[in-house]
């Protein structure tokens, strides 16, 4: 091996650091040792090295920038003698105190909306941003899970699962349509709580329901489709989601039997996205007739969007089996694991009719190149191991402890409310006699400390007020609290403006 010096042009690299992007050019001649001292005090100050942070060996970040270890050792004991750094043996040299900062004037913290600005009659696409973040003491938001009832004692089991038997080509680009090995666990799961048989490479694994509206939407243009019918009352964000990606959204009437197919049939849509299982906001299921008749419209060539909405949040009455495995090649199926376990893993799935596949698999290859492949296979594993259904049946048990409550809440509170949608689901709907806005309630709601969330939003034509109310992530006491609140304004809905 030769061990010649290298020749000038492999030594033409200016000498530098990863480490806070430093450059020995920079230095001033003679002075590099001041030059490093002034470089990493500054850096201690703002916080790109933190206190508790660890600086590089003085060996390491020598040849870095290419200087003798006797500055970087220099610089460092400077530093520690100004008491911002300490040696601690094998654990390095270590961050212990930033330097005191100028005093600078904090700008004013931005004001709270006030509660009346944030429910308009007419909400905007932020609006459910800006309501998540306003301040409330009890949230009775609806469609929000028990968060604290995560299982992650079993995702961390599953995790350590996965990577144990994980292979370095699964770390690569995948198939944009998701991991085989949850394409396979949704299909199985599908077929046994939701009765629609599948074949795993139909299964199109995507960011939640939202997104697939999103690719149903790009993917049904250019067929044709620009107008979906929705239900009415029906969920606002469904409506706003496909409105963004330019789709007219029809309003047809929900009743007590579900959606009125004869409207459907009258409105000349050619697609029409509704939740049968569990209707959003009302909590009506779609009824067998109604069902006869949604399947012979479709037969006669309607295409049918069904989200299967909290479906399997079921207590008192028995399961009711998915559109999609009556008639698949004329519904279009989507669900998520955003009520199950939690809306932050962005995990769900998707089955479209033959002909529509490949546009719908084009625009999921271009929105993202597939979802994020470990959380996939640590929820395929969660799915085949069992934990998943172990997590449901804890769930269940809890959502009828916590609906009972706010039934019992309701009555005691609200004695003239009416009830909708107690049977399944993580909310209840409830409509009131009363001539005041249901938006204005929700207000002065909120001035209280509570949050809930308008009917009135959710409806595209007149509706009696009402409010839409979650219980899955409260205590009992919580939602007694939350709902005398509720009954507290709207005995005196003029407290509403602070």
Same mark, same amino acid.
């Given at each position: 091996?030769?061990?010649?010096?290298?020749?000038?042009?492999?030594?033409?690299?200016?000498?530098?650091?990863?480490?806070?992007?430093?450059?020995? @050019?920079?230095?001033?001649?003679?002075?590099?040792?001041?030059?490093?001292?002034?470089?990493?005090?500054?850096?201690?100050?703002?916080?790109?090295?933190?206190?508790?942070?660890?600086?590089?060996?003085?060996?390491?970040?020598?040849?870095?920038?290419?200087?003798?270890?006797?500055?970087?050792?220099?610089?460092?004991?400077?530093?520690?003698?100004?008491?911002?750094?300490?040696?601690?043996?094998?654990?390095?040299?270590?961050?212990?105190?930033?330097?005191?900062?100028?005093? @600078?004037?904090?700008?004013?913290?931005?004001?709270?909306?006030?509660?009346?600005?944030?429910?308009?009659?007419?909400?905007?696409?932020?609006?459910?941003?800006?309501?998540?973040?306003?301040?409330?003491?009890?949230?009775?938001?609806?469609?929000?899970?028990?968060?604290?009832?995560?299982?992650?004692?079993?995702?961390?089991?599953?995790?350590?699962?996965?990577?144990?038997?994980?292979?370095?080509?699964?770390?690569?680009?995948?198939?944009?349509?998701?991991?085989?090995?949850?394409?396979?666990?949704?299909?199985?799961?599908?077929?046994?709580?939701?009765?629609?048989?599948?074949?795993?490479?139909?299964?199109?694994?995507?960011?939640?329901?939202?997104?697939?509206?999103?690719?149903?939407?790009?993917?049904?243009?250019?067929?044709?489709?620009?107008?979906?019918?929705?239900?009415?009352?029906?969920?606002?964000?469904?409506?706003?989601?496909?409105?963004?990606?330019?789709?007219?959204?029809?309003?047809?009437?929900?009743?007590?039997?579900?959606?009125?197919?004869?409207?459907?049939?009258?409105?000349?849509?050619?697609?029409?996205?509704?939740?049968?299982?569990?209707?959003?906001?009302?909590?009506?299921?779609?009824?067998?007739?109604?069902?006869?008749?949604?399947?012979?419209?479709?037969?006669?060539?309607?295409?049918?969007?069904?989200?299967?909405?909290?479906?399997?949040?079921?207590?008192?009455?028995?399961?009711?089996?998915?559109?999609?495995?009556?008639?698949?090649?004329?519904?279009?199926?989507?669900?998520?694991?955003?009520?199950?376990?939690?809306?932050?893993?962005?995990?769900?799935?998707?089955?479209?009719?033959?002909?529509?596949?490949?546009?719908?698999?084009?625009?999921?290859?271009?929105?993202?190149?597939?979802?994020?492949?470990?959380?996939?296979?640590?929820?395929?594993?969660?799915?085949?191991?069992?934990?998943?259904?172990?997590?449901?049946?804890?769930?269940?048990?809890?959502?009828?402890?916590?609906?009972?409550?706010?039934?019992?809440?309701?009555?005691?509170?609200?004695?003239?409310?009416?009830?909708?949608?107690?049977?399944?689901?993580?909310?209840?709907?409830?409509?009131?006699? @009363?001539?005041?806005?249901?938006?204005?309630?929700?207000?002065?709601?909120?001035?209280?400390?509570?949050?809930?969330?308008?009917?009135?939003?959710?409806?595209?034509?007149?509706?009696?007020?009402?409010?839409?109310?979650?219980?899955?992530?409260?205590?009992?006491?919580?939602?007694?609290?939350?709902?005398?609140?509720?009954?507290?304004?709207?005995?005196?809905?003029?407290?509403?403006?602070?």
């Amino acid at each position: 091996m030769s061990r010649a010096k290298p020749r000038a042009p492999e030594r033409s690299i200016t000498a530098g650091s990863d480490f806070l992007h430093l450059t020995i @050019t920079d230095a001033p001649s003679g002075g590099r040792a001041d030059w490093l001292v002034g470089r990493l005090r500054q850096a201690i100050a703002d916080g790109r090295v933190p206190v508790g942070g660890r600086l590089p060996a003085t060996r390491v970040l020598a040849a870095d920038l290419g200087v003798s270890r006797g500055v970087v050792t220099e610089a460092y004991q400077r530093l520690t003698e100004e008491g911002h750094v300490t040696g601690r043996g094998r654990a390095g040299t270590v961050v212990v105190a930033a330097p005191a900062a100028p005093a @600078t004037s904090a700008p004013a913290p931005a004001a709270a909306p006030a509660p009346d600005a944030l429910f308009p009659p007419a909400p905007g696409s932020d609006i459910f941003d800006a309501v998540r973040a306003a301040s409330a003491t009890i949230d009775l938001t609806p469609g929000v899970p028990d968060l604290a009832a995560f299982p992650r004692a079993d995702w961390l089991r599953a995790e350590r699962t996965v990577l144990r038997h994980l292979a370095a080509a699964d770390l690569g680009y995948g198939d944009p349509c998701g991991a085989p090995a949850l394409r396979r666990a949704v299909a199985a799961w599908l077929a046994r709580s939701r009765g629609v048989a599948v074949d795993p490479v139909e299964v199109i694994i995507v960011a939640g329901v939202s997104q697939a509206l999103g690719l149903l939407a790009q993917a049904l243009g250019p067929a044709g489709i620009d107008r979906i019918a929705v239900e009415d009352p029906g969920s606002l964000g469904v409506r706003q989601h496909l409105n963004n990606w330019g789709v007219h959204t029809p309003p047809v009437t929900v009743d007590g039997a579900g959606l009125r197919v004869d409207e459907l049939a009258a409105s000349g849509a050619p697609a029409v996205m509704l939740t049968p299982a569990h209707q959003f906001p009302t909590g009506v299921v779609l009824d067998g007739d109604r069902r006869r008749q949604l399947l012979d419209w479709a037969r006669a060539g309607g295409l049918i969007i069904e989200d299967d909405y909290d479906a399997e949040h079921r207590y008192d009455r028995p399961p009711v089996p998915a559109l999609r495995g009556l008639l698949p090649e004329q519904v279009c199926y989507a669900g998520s694991v955003s009520k199950l376990l939690a809306p932050a893993l962005r995990v769900g799935w998707l089955l479209v009719p033959q002909r529509h596949r490949e546009a719908v698999v084009a625009a999921k290859r271009n929105a993202d190149l597939g979802n994020a492949v470990l959380p996939q296979l640590v929820l395929a594993e969660l799915m085949t191991s069992g934990a998943l259904e172990r997590q449901l049946r804890l769930l269940r048990r809890r959502h009828i402890r916590r609906r009972d409550a706010m039934i019992a809440a309701l009555t005691r509170h609200l004695p003239g409310a009416r009830v909708h949608g107690a049977a399944a689901g993580l909310h209840l709907t409830v409509t009131l006699d @009363t001539e005041l806005a249901d938006t204005e309630l929700a207000a002065a709601t909120l001035a209280r400390g509570v949050k809930v969330q308008p009917l009135s939003w959710h409806c595209q034509r007149p509706h009696r007020p009402g409010l839409v109310l979650g219980y899955a992530a409260n205590t009992a006491s919580d939602i007694d609290e939350g709902v005398a609140t509720i009954a507290s304004a709207l005995r005196q809905p003029r407290r509403a403006t602070p």
